[in-house]
């Protein structure tokens, strides 16, 4: 996954919630702030849950009560996802001991 799709996919998530909460729509950009949308704590955490379902990970509550824009938002998810270039590096498994001693003999 690059970057940009992860921002594309945290835009949506954010813009449907903002839809399903207010029955408006919003468009929502990098530089929307989550003050822009009128979010409380609640539906911060109703984001953070989308997020984390979405994505499959876990995110610290206390690093995103302190993100405060739509950018603030992606760059975090990105760095949770090891997403520090334009397209994500797979994550290497560790291999098991008796197949690294059988490649070095």
């Known amino acids: 996954m690059t970057r940009d799709e992860l921002g594309t996919r945290i835009r949506a998530i954010i813009s449907d919630h903002y839809k399903s909460s207010t029955g408006f729509d ?17 539906d911060l955490i109703e984001v953070t849950m989308a ?18 824009t739509v950018a603030d938002v992606i760059a975090y998810v990105a760095g949770v996802l090891g997403l520090s270039g334009a397209e994500a590096a797979p994550k290497r498994r560790a291999r098991p001991a008796e197949v690294r001693e059988a490649d070095a003999a």
Request: zero cysteines; proline letters at 0%; glycine letters at 0%.
């Open 51 to 68: 997020v984390e379902d979405e994505f499959e990970t876990e995110l610290n509550d206390a690093r995103v009560a302190d993100l405060r």
């Open 26 to 42: 919003h468009e929502v950009t990098d530089a929307t702030t989550l003050a822009d949308l009128n979010y409380d704590s609640l």
